[in-house]
Every structure is written in C-alpha cells, then in structure tokens.
C-alpha cells in the first residue's frame, strides 16, 4: 500500500470493549427500563451504520425495547436493517419507530424515552464512580457501587507493533471516544505521550462522525501524506476510507478492518469486504507485517 501514515480506531482496535462500552450499553438500558438486549445484538445496530457515537447507540436500543412494549413486532436484525436502509443513526431509527407504529404510540414512547438519564447512567457504569465524579462533574446515585467498566479493557496492540509502527510511519488516531477516555485508553497501550493532540481526533473535535471523512482527510493533510491507512473494527470505519478515497483527492486512502471487535469469522471478513476493505486482518498487530511485505 505503501503506506506515509497510519490512522487508528482505539476501540476494538488497541482495546478490547466488549466488556466496557458494549456492557454498559446493555446494561444502561436495563437499569433505567427493565428490560435490555443481549450483547451480541450491539453489532446489528454498528453494522446498520451511523452510530459511531455510542450514547447513540443506547438511545437506539433504548427506543427498540420501548417500541415493542407498544407492540412493534419486528426482530432487531429487521430493525436495524430498516435504519441502514434510511441513512443510519439515531435519526433514522427514530423514522423507523414513527412509521411503523403510528404517530399516537411514537409519541408514548417518546414521553417515556429520556436520553439524559440514559446517558448519565452509561457514564456511571462505563466511568466507575470516582472518575465519574471527576470527569463529569457528578453525584453518582444508582444504587450499586461500581468502579467502571472502563478498567476491563484488555490491551489489543501488543508492544513490538506499536514501536514498529511509530517507528515507520506517521500514527494518528481517529476515534468516537470522548477526549478524556480515549486519553486513558492511548495512555494504557503506550501512545499517549508519542501522538500529539494535533494528530488526533475524538467525539469533540468534530461533529459529523464516522463515516464522513472530513477528519480523516484533515489528518492525512497534517502528516503531509500521499497514502494513509485507516485501522478500524467496524464497517463505518472502513466506509471512512472508501469515503475519502471518492472526495477525488491525490491522496490514496485504504481501509483495513480488524477482526478484535464485534465483526469476526468468516462473515466478518466477508462483511468487509464488501465495503471495500483493502485487507482484513485477524489483529491491529498484523499491520506492520502487512504495509512492509
């Protein structure tokens, strides 16, 4: 590919979140609604595209569970099939929910769906009571005592791929993570101190979200590259790459999905594949290997 710079994704890239931000989104909805889905459906709703934010994605399965009590029918694979269908997101679940059970029942639900606590108690379960006091300026109050889900998330990036990669390349970081937690996170697999703030971007310092690409291209304007490589684990990180690449830059842009977070197998590298992956790989510890064969 011959790569000037390489872009990394931190979750499900360097940290294994399957045990923190899935978890909490689980988890949130349940305590605030009493009833939930199960882990393994977050990624029908990633897959759908659009909720690289992942409050977002909370509301959304918050505003599934509450559709159904008002008697919509359809499965979660229906259903996130029908928001990729109308543009991914938030917004578009909300399309869904409106024209399939009526505007009468859409209002109920949205009378009971509040956003605001949902977000409040992701953060107290993600964040853990002390850093939650820190970070946001807040009271914990759910009943049970927690000290965050945030400090279940195995490292990814091994240490020999890291050093080779900030060795040979110019490394950024683009990422859904608000920009204090993604600090911990680059802190705890080794890069916080070796990528600059300039040569990052987190929830704060762009609206949009992935898949756009406008901070991905800014990002390649920065290292001053003719060819950059985006590491992602879901297909909206793949659809960033292939987005820049249509904006008719003169820079290349290659997409490579990792199979460490929610896509994986056989189905994984096929769902990749077909948007465009310039590779699929088993690991972020693979990239070295394959930018210099």
């Known amino acids: 590919m011959n790569a000037d710079a390489v872009v990394l994704d931190i979750d499900g890239v360097l940290v294994d979140v399957a045990d923190s931000y899935r978890r909490a989104i689980v ?72 024209e399939s059970i009526g505007a009468r029942a859409a209002q109920r639900v949205t009378e009971q769906w509040d956003r605001s606590r949902l977000r409040d108690v992701f953060q107290q379960l993600y964040l853990g009571d002390e850093l939650y006091r820190g970070l946001e300026d807040g009271k914990p109050d759910l009943e049970r005592e927690t000290p965050g889900f945030i400090h279940d998330e195995p490292v990814l990036l091994e240490p020999e791929a890291r050093d080779r990669l900030l060795d040979r390349y110019d490394v950024g970081v683009l990422t859904g993570r608000p920009e204090a937690e993604a600090e911990i996170a680059l802190d705890r697999v080794g890069l916080g101190d070796a990528i600059p703030a300039d040569h990052r971007f987190t929830m704060d310092d762009w609206k949009e979200g992935k898949p756009n690409p406008r901070a991905l291209r800014i990002l390649a304007e920065r290292f001053d590259a003719d060819s950059v490589v985006f590491v992602g684990d879901t297909l909206d990180d793949v659809r960033t790459a292939v987005n820049a690449s249509e904006t008719g830059s003169r820079r290349d842009y290659h997409g490579i999905g990792v199979l460490t977070g929610g896509l994986t197998g056989k189905e994984g590298r096929q769902k990749y594949e077909r948007e465009g992956a310039a590779a699929v790989l088993e690991s972020v510890n693979a990239v070295p290997n394959l930018l210099e064969s």
């Open 27 to 98: 988890e949130s909805v349940e305590a605030v609604y009493d009833r939930t889905i199960r882990k393994t459906d977050i990624q029908e709703f990633k897959d759908a595209g659009g909720f690289n934010n992942d409050w977002e994605l909370t509301y959304a399965v918050a505003l599934y569970v509450l559709a159904t009590e008002e008697g919509y029918g359809d499965s979660i694979a229906a259903f996130t099939d029908k928001i990729g269908a109308a543009g991914g997101g938030l917004e578009a679940a909300e399309t869904v929910v409106r």
